[in-house]
């Protein structure tokens, strides 16, 4: 066990070791801060196009227009055969009645339209049914499945195909950030583990005689392990305030008016779509583990404990 005296011996020793490779030091913390820094964007436009599809999807529905007249046992049977399917989550009915009197009501202002609708005998608005299901990968199927010849008596249009370009937009965009984005920052990750590596095998070749020397009076593996990990964890600490340093516009400025454009019900201040703090604390948990992977594998190469 360490007291606290070695305890801050060690952490002195690190602080000593960051500064005598002062240059080293920072090329390390740098590459590590580019590494967050590709993390970060990684993050934040994984969370902004999961959240424009979740919008999205609490937006979009599959717009079902019934054959006008057709009698309300009709409407109501295709209604309780969809649902029965477990992928809609959700169904709305307007009846053509209630179409006509909200068209009417959206349109109260127009005196020309007001009075091309009193000039009506009938209703021309169909009864119409409003479908919602959990995932927007389902709307294709469901839409498919309402255009078949097993509704071709009851339905006279899907309204479905305004919304497919910009489903299959957003989920071709969402897989593009995953795939790149996690490619780009493993080669980053891989890159600031070497950088780090070389810099903590330079501080042991510049300590070697010290090393030997708390070898030989007894000194424990931690003790002499201790300085190291002290260093690395420098590393970690640095580029992750820089990187958040770096991002602080971006969450002020950018961020809200992005949410903004996509929501405008959210407020401004909501850190429901990303928090900056589980940012920052998930930034240092990947420089942590990063910088002791390549702190120790310098550690076991060349201390030999």
Same mark, same amino acid.
């Given at each position: 066990?360490?007291?606290?005296?070695? /305890?801050?011996?060690?952490?002195?020793?690190?602080?000593?070791?960051?500064?005598?490779?002062?240059?080293?030091?920072?090329?390390?913390?740098?590459?590590?801060?580019?590494?967050?820094? *590709?993390?970060?964007?990684?993050?934040?436009?994984?969370?902004?196009?999961?959240?424009?599809?979740?919008? =999205? !999807?609490?937006?979009?529905?599959?717009?079902?227009?019934?054959?006008?007249?057709?009698?309300?046992?009709?409407?109501?049977?295709?209604?309780?055969?969809?649902?029965?399917?477990?992928? =809609?989550? #959700?169904?709305?009915?307007?009846?053509?009645? !209630?179409?006509?009197?909200?068209?009417?009501?959206?349109?109260?202002?127009?005196?020309?339209?007001?009075?091309?609708?009193?000039?009506?005998?009938?209703?021309?608005?169909?009864?119409? +049914?409003?479908?919602?299901?959990?995932?927007?990968? #389902?709307?294709?199927?469901?839409?498919?499945?309402?255009?078949?010849?097993?509704?071709?008596?009851?339905?006279?249009?899907?309204? /479905?195909? #305004?919304?497919?370009? *910009?489903?299959?937009?957003?989920?071709?965009?969402?897989?593009?950030?995953?795939?790149?984005?996690?490619? +780009?920052?493993?080669?980053?990750?891989?890159?600031?583990? +070497?950088?780090?590596?070389?810099?903590?095998?330079?501080? *042991?070749?510049?300590?070697?005689?010290?090393?030997?020397?708390?070898?030989?009076?007894?000194?424990?593996?931690?003790?002499?392990?201790?300085?190291?990990?002290?260093?690395?964890?420098?590393?970690?600490?640095?580029?992750?305030?820089?990187?958040? +340093?770096? /991002? =602080?516009?971006?969450?002020?400025?950018?961020?809200?008016?992005?949410?903004?454009?996509?929501?405008?019900?959210?407020?401004?201040?909501?850190?429901?779509?990303?928090?900056?703090?589980?940012?920052?604390?998930?930034?240092?948990?990947?420089?942590?583990?990063?910088?002791?992977?390549?702190?120790?594998?310098? =550690?076991?190469?060349?201390?030999?404990?």
């Amino acid at each position: 066990m360490l007291d606290s005296i070695s /305890f801050f011996r060690i952490i002195k020793t690190g602080l000593t070791n960051f500064g005598r490779n002062l240059w080293l030091s920072m090329a390390a913390t740098m590459v590590m801060t580019i590494t967050l820094v *590709i993390f970060s964007t990684l993050f934040l436009l994984f969370m902004m196009t999961s959240y424009s599809l979740k919008t =999205i !999807q609490n937006t979009v529905d599959i717009s079902v227009y019934y054959k006008i007249g057709l009698p309300e046992e009709q409407i109501n049977l295709v209604k309780t055969e969809l649902a029965t399917d477990s992928r =809609i989550k #959700d169904i709305s009915y307007v009846s053509a009645m !209630q179409a006509f009197d909200d068209f009417k009501s959206k349109h109260q202002s127009d005196p020309l339209i007001t009075q091309s609708l009193n000039e009506l005998t009938e209703n021309p608005l169909p009864a119409t +049914l409003h479908v919602k299901t959990y995932n927007l990968e #389902d709307y294709p199927a469901i839409a498919e499945k309402l255009n078949s010849d097993q509704y071709k008596d009851y339905i006279d249009k899907v309204n /479905f195909e #305004d919304n497919r370009f *910009i489903i299959e937009r957003l989920n071709k965009i969402l897989k593009f950030i995953v795939t790149f984005g996690l490619g +780009l920052a493993g080669v980053f990750a891989l890159i600031a583990i +070497l950088v780090i590596y070389n810099t903590i095998t330079l501080t *042991i070749y510049n300590r070697k005689e010290e090393v030997e020397i708390m070898r030989l009076v007894g000194a424990t593996n931690w003790y002499i392990r201790g300085p190291f990990l002290t260093e690395s964890m420098l590393y970690s600490l640095l580029s992750t305030i820089i990187t958040a +340093l770096l /991002f =602080i516009p971006v969450f002020t400025k950018v961020i809200p008016v992005v949410i903004q454009y996509i929501n405008p019900q959210v407020s401004l201040y909501n850190n429901s779509v990303v928090n900056f703090a589980y940012l920052c604390l998930v930034l240092f948990g990947i420089a942590l583990v990063l910088s002791f992977v390549s702190t120790m594998m310098a =550690i076991r190469k060349y201390l030999k404990i």
